[in-house]
């Protein structure tokens, strides 16, 4: 990359068609670290914070690999189709958006599919159907924030796979930093070459309000430190949970799915979250996670979403805390739905002793989540007995698995909403 002021004599002197092809020609406008390292690697992880310019990055070496004849036959995985269209296909910086006009691809959505002028295709695959994967087979795979993937081992356990294909195969990672199991192994594996940066890197390419109004918000925090940074953090002394506890996999046919809240009192930009977490009993005897609705609304927003949850998953009893707010859960749902199913739980016990029997469940692999759920898995591995912070969705997540994998010591207030016991 030119400094600046030799990049802007340079442009000076071109024609305007010189100007219009120099516009796409990655090496000139990309930082040294945006572009491919040299050497006999498998995998490109490209780790940075947000706005490091990681999905430009991929897809123009994805673009370079395929103009070069490299590259017949791509991959292009996302956590959802719909991920892979708005970010890696049709964004600002997604392969459509990035070709010249002369040399766009073919993109028909129906089929998943781009097609290239020299014969190229890409298809596009979700982390939610994982055996998408088993079949096909590619030269060259593109994966887009493996920490969001829903099953993020079997899919990309599948994608490995399928690169077989050429003298060469090659795959390029775009991801922030989540210690997720499958992420550590990727990092470890000597066929990786892996290119970190930060938020800050990208500065002149990013809207001064953003730097003014979000990033200055998180900076300093372990938030930020992950998200701005790029730190990959471990986790937390003293925390009950631990991410290699976390386990993925699908819920097989249920026999139980309850809704479970943790009330904020308050609303507003200060107020706490309202913690709501569906989860579910299988028939083979484990739980699995399902949703995670939380939210920081109001007590009638929060209400809605609830039994929206209910609905969407079909449970049998929304659960809510009755120690901050008293009847209010009830009260608050039943001006959303009357007669709902629902029992008040009482926080008889400190916040540790009621999550040490969940927190044993995960450690014993007696519970799974379906999906990575980003939010409540930071808070369940970072919050301690000392740490006197709220949390929440660890809360609702307690509640949930207490009413369906934990005898309760004696039967709890249970009614339908609206009907008088």
Known sequence: ???????????????????????????????????????DWLTWLIMAGRGFGKTRS?????????????????ALVAKTPADARDVMIEGDSGLLSISPPGDRPLYEPSKRRLTWKNGTTALVFSSKEPDQLRGPQYDLAWGDEIRTWYYPQETWDNLMFGLRLGEHPRCVVTTTPLPLAVIKKIMKAPDTVMTTGTTYEN??????????????????????????????????PGALWHRANILYKPAPDLVRIVVAIDPATTSGEGADETGIVVAGKGIDGLGYVLADRSARVSPDSWARRAVQAFDDFKADRIIGEVNNGGEMVGLTIGTVRQNLPYTAVHASRGKQARAEPIAALYEQGKISHTQVFEELEDQLVTWTPESGASPDRLDALVWAFTELMIEPPKPQKEFMIGVAT
């Open 1 to 39: 990359m030119l400094p600046e002021a030799a990049r802007a004599k340079t442009i000076q002197s071109l024609s305007n068609r010189e100007a219009e092809a120099l516009f796409y020609d990655w090496e000139f406008w990309a930082r040294p670290n945006q572009l491919p390292p040299p050497g």
């Open 58 to 74: 991929a897809a123009e070496f994805v673009l370079r690999e395929i103009r070069a004849n490299r590259a017949k036959h791509v």
């Open 203 to 236: 500065r002149a390419n990013l809207a001064p309000s953003f730097f003014k109004q979000v990033v200055s918000k998180y900076e300093g925090t372990r938030l930020g430190r992950q998200e701005i940074n790029a730190e990959m953090l471990e986790d937390v």
